[in-house]
């Protein structure tokens, strides 16, 4: 789970390299889902990502899951 750190200003989660809650970078990313050209405008999804700025460990989840 997700918590704000007041001492780094920042979001800390728990981060599956590192083993133990550490700050987190995270933004929100559209990804184009479809390879065909002609569709693709129609196939962008909004995905969490979030960076742990101790060792880099980037994670990536689908936010519609329709």
């Known amino acids: ?3 704000t750190n007041p001492q780094s ?10 083993g133990r809650n550490q700050p987190h ?8 889902e479809s390879d065909d050209d002609e569709n693709a405008s129609f196939s962008r999804e909004p995905y969490r990502v979030a960076e742990c700025r101790v060792c880099g ?7 519609n899951n329709a």
């Open 1 to 3: 789970m997700a918590s």
């Open 9 to 18: 200003d920042g979001i800390t989660e728990e981060c599956s390299t590192c």
């Open 25 to 32: 970078a995270v933004t929100i990313e559209l990804v184009t």
């Open 57 to 63: 460990e980037t994670s990536k989840t689908r936010m």
